[in-house]
C-alpha cells in the first residue's frame, strides 16, 4: 500500500508562483511513476506532469508546459510541483497520483486527498 499527502495549496494572485508537495508513505517499487493532476470544478481530471521512481522527467501536459516543473527528492519519498506565472484557470484542487508504468490518464493505483489551489486575478 501507499500512502500520499500533498501540501502547499492556497490562495494566490495571478503572476505569483507556488510550489506543492507530495510526502509518499508505504511500499514503492522501481517503476512506479508519480504525477500531479488537477481536478476544477464541472471539468475532468487534468494530467499536468509524470516522473519516475529515479527523477527522470517523464511528461507535461502542453498546458503547463515552461511554466510548472516537477521534481523528486533524492531519498525518493516527496514529490514536488513547482508552478510560475499563475492564471486564474490554474485553480483547481491539484492531486498527487502514483502508478507502476507512466499513463496520461487518471487510472493510477493510489491518489493523495488533493491540495486547494486559488489563483485570483
Known amino acids: 500500500q501507499v500512502q500520499l499527502e500533498e501540501s502547499g495549496g492556497g490562495l494566490v494572485q495571478a503572476g505569483d508562483s507556488l510550489t506543492l508537495s507530495c510526502r509518499t508513505s508505504?511500499?514503492?517499487?522501481?517503476?512506479?511513476?508519480w504525477a500531479w493532476f488537477r481536478q476544477a470544478p464541472g471539468k475532468e481530471r487534468e494530467f499536468l506532469a509524470g516522473?519516475?521512481?529515479?527523477?527522470?522527467?517523464?511528461d507535461y501536459a502542453d498546458s503547463v508546459k515552461g511554466r510548472f516543473t516537477i521534481s523528486k527528492d533524492n531519498f525518493k519519498t516527496m514529490v514536488f510541483l513547482q508552478m510560475n506565472d499563475l492564471k486564474p484557470e490554474d485553480t483547481a484542487t491539484y492531486y498527487c497520483?502514483?502508478?507502476?508504468?507512466?499513463?496520461?490518464?487518471?487510472?493510477?493505483?493510489?491518489w493523495g486527498p488533493g491540495t486547494q489551489v486559488t489563483v485570483s486575478s
Open positions: 516522473i519516475s521512481w529515479t527523477g527522470v522527467v517523464i
Open positions: 508505504g511500499t514503492v517499487f522501481g517503476n512506479y511513476v
Open positions: 497520483a502514483v502508478r507502476a508504468g507512466f499513463s496520461r490518464g487518471a487510472d493510477y493505483a493510489y
